[in-house]
């Protein structure tokens, strides 16, 4: 007799990267002065862990109104975050090998909610 398999939140690769990049974000930001941090580096670090953070709570969610709900959460949130990058890439807070990586991270979640979540 087989085992029943259950989906568990770090099996969704989509809230792994997020995860991930939020750590990303953390470890770019933390070294940043008081003003940019702040300013800049708040809005970023909450912007990038509210991605996962409403995925989380969406996969914790019993109905799929609810779950649809947070992913939706999730992307403003993630739409918010390629804002931030922007301008932390303007404004010559992150190197262009960050700010790459953290696009093409970005890139991938938008698409994989684009392709995943329908309604």
Known sequence: MQEKSYL??????SYKI?????NYIWDIVVEWDYFLKDTVGKQFARSIDSISANIAEGFGRYNK????????????SLKE?????EKAKIR???????YKHILKELNYLI??????LTI
Do not use: C, M, P
């Open 18 to 22: 997020a995860f991930h990049l939020s």
């Open 65 to 76: 109104k609810d779950k649809i709900k947070f992913y939706r959460y999730s992307f403003g």
């Open 92 to 98: 010559k807070l992150i190197t262009e090998e960050q």
């Open 8 to 13: 568990k939140l770090n099996d969704i690769s």
């Open 81 to 85: 975050s390629v804002d931030w990058n």
């Open 111 to 116: 698409k994989f909610t684009n392709e995943k």
